[in-house]
């Protein structure tokens, strides 16, 4: 597709158990972001990748939080061990390198722990 | 203190009333600028760059006041349908790392 694709749109799970969040960026963009959103909140940085350079992981909240991108392409948000503070809405967004270049948004992930 | 910071709001405006919002930034070196526009649960979507010299794209106008380290964005004419949340967004110099404010909520009432 054209745009930023993220998979699941909905996902609820069991405390305790582990998630995968999928986002699939645009074919060429170089760069790809992960955003967590809780409700009536802003975006929170959790990690960036930008080509072959090492991944800023700089937001990520703690250790159950990690990211891979295979092939400079799709990325994998997992989440160990959910707790309920994990409910939010994960933002993923791609871009191409450059100054004033937009990034553009996948719909979300909203991810609610019970 | 945060890297971006916006007044939250709400701002409630009537119709055809002009409305500014600002944001600040505390690293000097951040490099470029923008507004993102964020309907509700919605994903954001780029509403404008804030170039140097200042910015207009219709109704819309953006300013960047590097040295009081501010930029803003004023809205002429409001529409009901500008009702939304705006973001700032700054990126630092040589990254792109995109850092967001977390947004001034706008009300647009008949």
């Known amino acids: 597709g054209a745009g930023v694709s993220q998979s699941p749109s909905n996902k609820v799970t069991e405390k305790g158990k582990d998630v995968e969040l999928r986002c699939d960026p645009i074919?060429?963009?170089?760069?790809l972001y992960w955003y967590r959103q809780s409700l009536g909140q802003g975006l929170e940085f959790l990690i960036y990748?930008?080509?072959?350079?090492?991944?800023?992981k700089s937001g990520l909240p703690s250790d159950r939080f990690s990211a891979e991108r295979t092939g400079g392409s799709v990325s994998t948000l997992t989440i160990q061990r959910t707790q309920q503070e994990d409910s939010a809405v994960y933002l993923c967004?791609?871009?191409?390198?450059?100054?004033?270049?937009?990034?553009?948004f996948g719909q979300g992930t909203r991810l609610t722990v019970v | 203190r945060k890297e971006v910071e916006q007044d939250p709001g709400p701002f409630n405006v009537p119709e055809g009333a002009t409305v500014a919002f600002n944001c600040t930034y505390s690293?000097?070196?951040?490099?470029?600028f923008f507004w993102y526009r964020q309907d509700c649960r919605k994903e954001p979507k780029l509403l404008m760059s804030?170039?140097?010299s200042g910015n207009e794209d219709g109704r819309f106008t953006a300013q960047l006041n590097r040295a009081s380290q501010y930029i803003s964005l004023l809205i002429r004419d409001s529409k009901l349908s500008d009702s939304a949340t705006y973001l700032c967004v700054v990126i630092a110099y040589n990254t792109d790392k995109l850092i967001f404010g977390t947004g001034t909520r706008l009300q647009v009432f008949p």
């Open positions: 967004a791609s871009r191409t390198r450059g100054t004033y270049t937009e990034a553009f």
């Open positions: 804030v170039y140097s």
């Open positions: 990748f930008q080509g072959n350079s090492a991944p800023d």
């Open positions: 690293n000097s070196a951040s490099q470029s």
């Open positions: 074919s060429g963009h170089t760069a």
